[in-house]
């Protein structure tokens, strides 16, 4: 019994020995494939940070060319629209300047009239003064102006 009990204790020795050893070869073998794991982590990550800054390079020039364009646009727009007020502006001073024109030629002409009819007036009231003088009998034509 002794020896059975020798044989069970020594065979249950060498199964944990054994089992010890599977578990060692099995966690070196895991630490391997781990550190292997880690290793091209390692490497993507490095390949990906690389692809990003290329891309984030790559974005930043694309945003200094599109800011250039659009500074050119803007600078165009900007000469373009003080181009198109001054021209509105010389226009709206010509309507301005081209309606007094045409009020100063309206009153010149009201004033020539008004002075035409005076004139007429002048004369009919000369006409008539003469007549007058004559009926009266004490005027003579020297005491009066001649026509114009």
Known sequence: MS????IREKSQKDGQ???EETISSLSTEMKSMIDDLKSKLEKERQSFAKALSKSSKECENSLKIEAARFQE??????KERSAHLQAFQGKKEKTMISEHEKA?????????ESLK???QDDKTFNILRKTLGS??????????PPDD
Do not use: P
């Open 135 to 144: 009926f009266l009998g004490n005027g003579s034509d020297e005491d009066f």
């Open 3 to 6: 020896a059975l009990h020798q």
């Open 104 to 112: 100063c030629a309206d009153k010149i002409a009201r004033l020539e």
């Open 17 to 19: 020995k054994k089992n």
């Open 73 to 78: 646009v803007y600078e165009k727009f900007s």
């Open 117 to 119: 009819k005076k004139k």
